[in-house]
């Protein structure tokens, strides 16, 4: 085979070239080179080398302790930093998730056999070229997740593996070896050691990759039983009906490849039908009907990403998107303005993305009426925010500060009015104007 040349960056030259210069090994290693053999650009660039961390700070000017009690040091050339890891061992996990300790070692094939999996096992520098010691470029070639060594005493040590592994799967499109995913399936259950942060995290990357279908391999490994029981009630529910045929799992995997790797729309489009489990009915003509399943998917998301540690604005935002899913913004300007106004003018872009998708996955009926009608909308709200038509008490003519200089009192009363106001405004937006609005606000106050 042709040697592989691999073009890293002149500062990652420079720090093995520095560490090589003192009689040090050093190689780019991991996921750089798995993204450079693939002619993909590399997020990052990791170095492994022989030097201890205190070999490793004498020979740089700028370094930082990112975490050297494992052995890394950041070392800052310029803006960038490159993480510079010494050759180690992992030793024993007994609670399947961190080593009880990290011991260093001499012997480079150690510090890749300590890794997850092949095609994560590489390193390289100019001079040796490529060190693939388990046939990782042959699984880049086949397109394979394969655990380095037995997948089963992989998976144990850590159970974030088998998360990494269907991670992988989805932004590399590739497929999970059927040893490694068969163990993986039997040790599905293991993920109870793993913390919910880490789960997230792993499941917010495996989302907005560019193959968030393979959500499905979640499922189908027992893992979803795990952390994302939800998932598990609706993946096999039928959603017969007037639109689809099949069941919600499908229809919502559809939906995820239907809108943009963005997170917030992602875990939407993930949940957005979560609700249907609880709210199923047989309708007589044999199809199903789940009456209310948009509020019932807001409360569920809302409870998972709390329970997945996730922040305030992602629970707030993928709720409101998943309460709004089902509904329809009018087709004329005085509806898309009471519509905006009502889920807030800033998730509107973000909704007709979700209502977009959920129309375009459907598998039964033809969509295209509905999407002219969301289309329709969409030009509407687009006229709506060129005119500047106002969506919002903010944006009113006449402030509460105005009432109380007429003589009104704050507080709920005057919330009132202003969201009256506001009503009258958003149906006829010639009427946003200081006097028209003083004067209704006084007929409203009975003066
Ligand atoms: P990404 O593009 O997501 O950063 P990556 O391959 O660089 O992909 P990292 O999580 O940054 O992934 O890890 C860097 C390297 O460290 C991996 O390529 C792998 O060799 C090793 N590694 C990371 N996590 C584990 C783990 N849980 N078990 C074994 N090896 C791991
Ligand atoms: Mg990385």
Redesign the pocket.
Known sequence: MEKIKIQMPDKVRKILHRLQEHGFEAYA????V??ACLGRVP??W?ITTSAMPEQVKGLFRRCVDTGIAHGTITVMIGEDGFEVTTYRVDGKYSDGRHPDEVRFTPCLEEDLK???FTI??MAYNDTAGLIDLFGGLEDLQNRCIRCVGDPRRRFNE?A??LL?AIRFSAQLDFEIDPDTFEAARELAGTLSRISEERIAAELI?LLQSAHPEKMQLIYESGMSAVFLPEWDRIAELSCAGAHHSGTVGEHTLRVLQNVRPDRMLRLAALMHDFGKAETAVQREDGGMAFPEHAREGEKLAKKILQRLKLDRLTMDTVGALIRIHSESPGETPAQVRHFASAIGPELFESYAALKRADILSRSAGDPEEDLKRLERAEELFTQILERGDCLCIRQLALSGRDLIADGMQGGPAMGKVLEALLDEVLTDPEKNTREYLLERSRELRGQ
């Not at 290693?29 to 750089?32: L, N």
């Open positions: 290693v991991g996921g750089c798995r993204d997020s990052d990791d300590r890794r997850d994560n096992a850590d974030l593996r990494r990357k």
